[in-house]
Nanobody, 115 residues
Framework: QVQLVESGGGLVQAGGSLRLSCATS????????MAWFRQAPGKEREFVAA????????HYVDSVKGRFTISRDNAKNTVYLQMNSLKPEDTAVYYC????????WGQGTQVTVSS
């Protein structure tokens, strides 16, 4: 059973930065790219960024390009999301999962950006 544990969220002022971590355990597959998603109140969960385990190829939603950076540490089975120049519209619960959403969802980590 795969387990995903997100951490690193918090309250930050607009323009600030946060670094999220996603620790993975269990039988994860390197065939799946890992991704970050977010869900704002009253909205559906949306894709934010993805990275392949092997080549480290990345992909971002347009709204975070140039501000967020996804990375991974294969030895630690951990995926990160560095978020800079945060905006109030980035406020959401952030989750990690395979790009396909294959694994059981974790509890997420709350990111709140004040204006």
């Amino acid at each position: 059973q795969v387990q995903l544990v997100e951490s690193g969220g918090g309250l930050v002022q607009a323009g600030g930065s946060l670094r999220l971590s996603c620790a993975t355990s269990g039988r994860t597959s390197v065939s799946y790219a890992m991704a970050w998603f977010r869900q704002a109140p009253g909205k559906e969960r949306e894709f934010v960024a993805a990275i392949t385990w092997s080549a480290g190829i990345t992909h971002y939603v347009d709204s975070v390009k140039g501000r967020f950076t996804i990375s991974r540490d294969n030895a630690k089975n951990t995926v990160y999301l560095q978020m800079n120049s945060l905006k109030p519209e980035d406020t959401a619960v952030y989750y990690c999962n395979a790009r396909t959403g294959t694994y059981p969802w974790g509890q997420g980590t709350q990111v709140t950006v004040s204006s």
